[in-house]
């Protein structure tokens, strides 16, 4: 009977071993057949594995198959054959993901700062009572410049700059402002401020305004209040005794207003006199006063919160005045005191730029950077430093390891009544090596508060000034209207209680040759449009293959495009009384830009003579006369007429930064190279 149960239990296992493995499922829901201890067949079911006995062994050989339980599978993972690839796909796979970390943390490191917005293209300055009428009034507003959006792209625009807009009294060109937090009526609403900042957006453009913290209106609530001396606001401006008899006032001091005369006004109410830089319908803030400081935080902060992407903060040099209230010194200190008058008899030692004034300035400063930490919303902060000398200029910069302006704005070529290469020159040089090292340059030639560029110094060089000025390193900054060579309006008699000199670059801006231009659709434009707007204006520049918006259009396309032009060496080669000729370079792009213009009368240059090893004919990029683009100059004799310009392209690896005849002459604001192999640029150079 032994012999017999030991036969069945083989036969058993046998057939245990020989079932086919229909796969190793776990947990499913699969009806249980109740065990039958008289069927052989209820007995198999219930024995999913078994463990092959050593006759089993003999008459199989069990490979991997598709299923196998675990328990299989592991007998076959340890075996060598597949052990070793295994270890091997994981080691390569984690030094694969080391080295892509490596390549990435190198890259990063050697990779020079990307360029912000507000370096990558142009910024376009919009005076607003003057761009467009959307409502026939005859005043610019702000829909206007929304419904123009499109040209402003068409530009190539990265940067839309609008001067104040704020509630305002219209005293000097509504920089009397009432109402900080306000949109002036005559330019729309608060709804429409934002609908323009969304729509500028939504073109992937960004938006600055300008911001004047030094003066109010006499009409703004604070000044109010501190006539009457109420509360905190008593102090909030600069009220000194002051003798005043039979409508005579005797001020503090001699400080004078920048219009003239004492810059001192009695006041009826308060019966002191308060200080005021500009006019008497401007009085300035008291910014000793923390409260003050802390106003214009708030202030500063409401305009960010509503999209907007940067400031202009300006007269900034006027924030402070010295407490001491001394006489300023005259210029002529022979002249009477009693007629000194003009704002330019005396030095303003006391009443500009003073100590704490760049203080100030850090402190708006930090409090934009408090907008800047989401990704890709950097605020610009820009200073307005006009009148100011090289030195002071450069000061808002900030120190080396504490910023105040991305840059100060650079008026140097827009006061120039007359032009030279040698002047030219002068000019560039002087902003570039009194630049700190690594900060950003920027250059204008035109804005609301200077004559035109055409009429300043003639038609000549509209096109001229606009290819310096997207030639040289940094940000180009356009006055509404330079693109198509606007000119002031020559009127007289313009119908405002304003300076009329101040008054003729504020024309309205010329869109076509219908009535008014096509600035508004109204019986009347609070200026006068300029009477060559027939021919000069957008829709008759834009058929003209040689118009100055078509040059404009190429210089902005090409400054984006070329990095030469964007992340570049500037090289002066040389200047005279007529010309002025330098080069653009890049280590890395075997590639150099050599632009000649010529200011002065007609003149033929030698470039082999500036160059060595240039070829000697080169392939015009672009000129001022569209007719030469694309074809080649002599390089030994190239002739240019008065306001003639080219930018030749010239191959070499010959770069002219690396020579020492040239060092001193080489200007980069971030250095970088490029690598054609990787396409990214680096700063280990």
């Given at each position: 009977?032994?012999?017999?149960?030991?036969?069945?239990?083989?036969?058993?296992?046998?057939?245990?071993?020989?079932?086919?493995?229909?796969?190793?499922?776990?947990?499913?829901?699969?009806?249980?057949?109740?065990?039958?201890?008289?069927?052989?067949?209820?007995?198999?079911?219930?024995?999913?594995?078994?463990?092959?006995?050593?006759?089993?062994?003999?008459?199989?050989?069990?490979?991997?198959?598709?299923?196998?339980?675990?328990?299989?599978?592991?007998?076959?993972?340890?075996?060598?054959?597949?052990?070793?690839?295994?270890?091997?796909?994981?080691?390569?796979?984690?030094?694969?993901?080391?080295?892509?970390?490596?390549?990435?943390?190198?890259?990063?490191?050697?990779?020079?700062?990307?360029?912000?917005?507000?370096?990558?293209?142009?910024?376009?300055?919009?005076?607003?009572?003057?761009?467009?009428?959307?409502?026939?009034?005859?005043?610019?507003?702000?829909?206007?410049?929304?419904?123009?959006?499109?040209?402003?792209?068409?530009?190539?625009?990265?940067?839309?700059?609008?001067?104040?807009?704020?509630?305002?009294?219209?005293?000097?060109?509504?920089?009397?402002?009432?109402?900080?937090?306000?949109?002036?009526?005559?330019?729309?609403?608060?709804?429409?401020?934002?609908?323009?900042?969304?729509?500028?957006?939504?073109?992937?453009?960004?938006?600055?305004?300008?911001?004047?913290?030094?003066?109010?209106?006499?009409?703004?609530?604070?000044?109010?209040?501190?006539?009457?001396?109420?509360?905190?606001?008593?102090?909030?401006?600069?009220?000194?005794?002051?003798?005043?008899?039979?409508?005579?006032?005797?001020?503090?001091?001699?400080?004078?207003?920048?219009?003239?005369?004492?810059?001192?006004?009695?006041?009826?109410?308060?019966?002191?006199?308060?200080?005021?830089?500009?006019?008497?319908?401007?009085?300035?803030?008291?910014?000793?006063?923390?409260?003050?400081?802390?106003?214009?935080?708030?202030?500063?902060?409401?305009?960010?919160?509503?999209?907007?992407?940067?400031?202009?903060?300006?007269?900034?040099?006027?924030?402070?005045?010295?407490?001491?209230?001394?006489?300023?010194?005259?210029?002529?200190?022979?002249?009477?005191?009693?007629?000194?008058?003009?704002?330019?008899?005396?030095?303003?030692?006391?009443?500009?730029?003073?100590?704490?004034?760049?203080?100030?300035?850090?402190?708006?400063?930090?409090?934009?950077?408090?907008?800047?930490?989401?990704?890709?919303?950097?605020?610009?902060?820009?200073?307005?430093?006009?009148?100011?000398?090289?030195?002071?200029?450069?000061?808002?910069y900030g120190l080396p390891f504490t910023q105040e302006a991305d840059f100060p704005f650079n008026y140097y070529l827009t006061t120039l009544d007359d032009l030279s290469g040698n002047i030219v020159h002068d000019v560039i040089t002087s902003w570039m090596e009194n630049m700190p090292e690594g900060r950003w340059p920027n250059?204008m030639i035109g804005g609301p508060d200077s004559s035109r560029l055409t009429s300043r110094l003639g038609n000549q060089y509209v096109n001229i000034m606009n290819m310096l000025l997207f030639t040289l390193p940094g940000t180009p900054i356009t006055y509404y209207g330079e693109e198509i060579g606007m000119g002031n309006i020559?009127?007289?008699?313009?119908?405002?209680?304003?300076?009329?000199?101040?008054?003729?670059?504020?024309?309205?801006?010329?869109?076509?040759?219908?009535?008014?231009?096509?600035?508004?659709?109204?019986?009347?434009?609070?200026?006068?449009?300029?009477?060559?707007?027939?021919?000069?204006?957008?829709?008759?520049?834009?058929?003209?293959?040689?118009?100055?918006?078509?040059?404009?259009q190429e210089l902005s396309l090409l400054h984006s495009n070329e990095l030469l032009f964007s992340r570049g060496w500037f090289c002066l080669l040389r200047n005279d009384s007529h010309s002025v000729v330098y080069t653009r370079e890049l280590d890395g792009i075997d590639k150099v830009f050599i632009v000649v213009l010529n200011?002065?009368?007609?003149?033929?240059?030698?470039?082999?003579?500036?160059?060595?090893?240039?070829?000697?004919?080169?392939?015009?990029?672009?000129?001022?006369?569209?007719?030469?683009?694309?074809?080649?100059?002599?390089?030994?004799?190239?002739?240019?007429?008065?306001?003639?310009?080219?930018?030749?392209?010239?191959?070499?690896?010959?770069?002219?930064?690396?020579?020492?005849?040239?060092?001193?002459?080489?200007?980069?604001?971030?250095?970088?190279?490029?690598?054609?192999?990787?396409?990214?640029?680096?700063?280990?150079?």
């Amino acid at each position: 009977m032994a012999e017999d149960r030991r036969k069945s239990d083989s036969i058993q296992m046998s057939m245990k071993g020989c079932r086919t493995n229909n796969g190793f499922v776990q947990n499913e829901d699969i009806p249980e057949l109740d065990p039958d201890p008289s069927s052989a067949v209820g007995s198999l079911q219930h024995n999913a594995v078994s463990i092959p006995g050593p006759q089993e062994s003999e008459l199989q050989v069990i490979r991997p198959y598709a299923g196998m339980p675990k328990e299989v599978l592991f007998q076959f993972s340890s075996q060598a054959r597949y052990r070793v690839p295994r270890e091997v796909l994981f080691w390569l796979t984690v030094a694969t993901v080391l080295l892509l970390i490596g390549a990435t943390i190198a890259i990063i490191a050697i990779s020079p700062k990307c360029l912000d917005w507000w370096q990558v293209g142009p910024m376009y300055q919009i005076y607003p009572r003057s761009f467009k009428d959307s409502d026939k009034d005859g005043n610019g507003d702000l829909k206007g410049i929304q419904n123009k959006l499109d040209y402003i792209t068409s530009l190539n625009i990265k940067t839309v700059w609008l001067t104040s807009f704020y509630k305002s009294s219209l005293k000097d060109f509504r920089y009397a402002v009432e109402d900080f937090q306000e949109i002036d009526p005559l330019f729309g609403t608060m709804t429409d401020f934002e609908n323009l900042v969304a729509a500028i957006h939504d073109k992937g453009l960004k938006l600055i305004i300008d911001f004047i913290p030094n003066h109010t209106s006499d009409k703004h609530a604070w000044f109010q209040l501190s006539r009457t001396q109420t509360g905190k606001y008593t102090d909030y401006y600069i009220w000194r005794d002051c003798t005043h008899e039979n409508d005579i006032t005797i001020p503090p001091n001699n400080w004078l207003s920048v219009y003239g005369n004492s810059s001192w006004h009695f006041d009826e109410v308060r019966k002191q006199c308060y200080f005021h830089q500009f006019m008497k319908e401007q009085p300035d803030l008291n910014f000793r006063n923390p409260a003050v400081q802390e106003e214009i935080k708030e202030i500063i902060q409401f305009w960010l919160a509503k999209g907007v992407d940067g400031f202009s903060f300006d007269a900034v040099k006027f924030l402070l005045e010295a407490k001491h209230l001394r006489d300023e010194i005259q210029v002529n200190k022979s002249q009477s005191p009693d007629t000194v008058t003009h704002y330019s008899e005396l030095y303003h030692d006391f009443t500009t730029t003073q100590v704490g004034m760049h203080d100030l300035v850090r402190s708006f400063r930090q409090t934009m950077d408090q907008y800047s930490r989401e990704p890709g919303r950097y605020r610009f902060m820009g200073a307005e430093a006009q009148a100011e000398s090289i030195d002071r200029t450069m000061m808002y910069y900030g120190l080396p390891f504490t910023q105040e302006a991305d840059f100060p704005f650079n008026y140097y070529l827009t006061t120039l009544d007359d032009l030279s290469g040698n002047i030219v020159h002068d000019v560039i040089t002087s902003w570039m090596e009194n630049m700190p090292e690594g900060r950003w340059p920027n250059w204008m030639i035109g804005g609301p508060d200077s004559s035109r560029l055409t009429s300043r110094l003639g038609n000549q060089y509209v096109n001229i000034m606009n290819m310096l000025l997207f030639t040289l390193p940094g940000t180009p900054i356009t006055y509404y209207g330079e693109e198509i060579g606007m000119g002031n309006i020559l009127a007289t008699d313009l119908n405002e209680n304003y300076d009329a000199n101040t008054l003729l670059s504020k024309s309205p801006m010329q869109w076509d040759n219908s009535s008014n231009a096509g600035f508004s659709e109204g019986n009347h434009t609070w200026l006068p449009t300029n009477s060559d707007y027939h021919v000069v204006n957008v829709e008759v520049q834009k058929t003209q293959p040689s118009s100055a918006l078509k040059l404009y259009q190429e210089l902005s396309l090409l400054h984006s495009n070329e990095l030469l032009f964007s992340r570049g060496w500037f090289c002066l080669l040389r200047n005279d009384s007529h010309s002025v000729v330098y080069t653009r370079e890049l280590d890395g792009i075997d590639k150099v830009f050599i632009v000649v213009l010529n200011f002065g009368e007609s003149t033929q240059l030698n470039l082999q003579e500036m160059i060595s090893g240039l070829p000697t004919r080169l392939r015009i990029k672009l000129s001022t006369n569209s007719t030469s683009k694309g074809s080649e100059v002599e390089t030994h004799g190239i002739f240019l007429e008065k306001g003639d310009g080219v930018i030749l392209e010239h191959n070499t690896k010959n770069l002219l930064h690396h020579q020492t005849a040239f060092r001193d002459k080489c200007f980069v604001s971030n250095r970088a190279c490029y690598s054609s192999a990787l396409n990214i640029l680096y700063s280990l150079c």
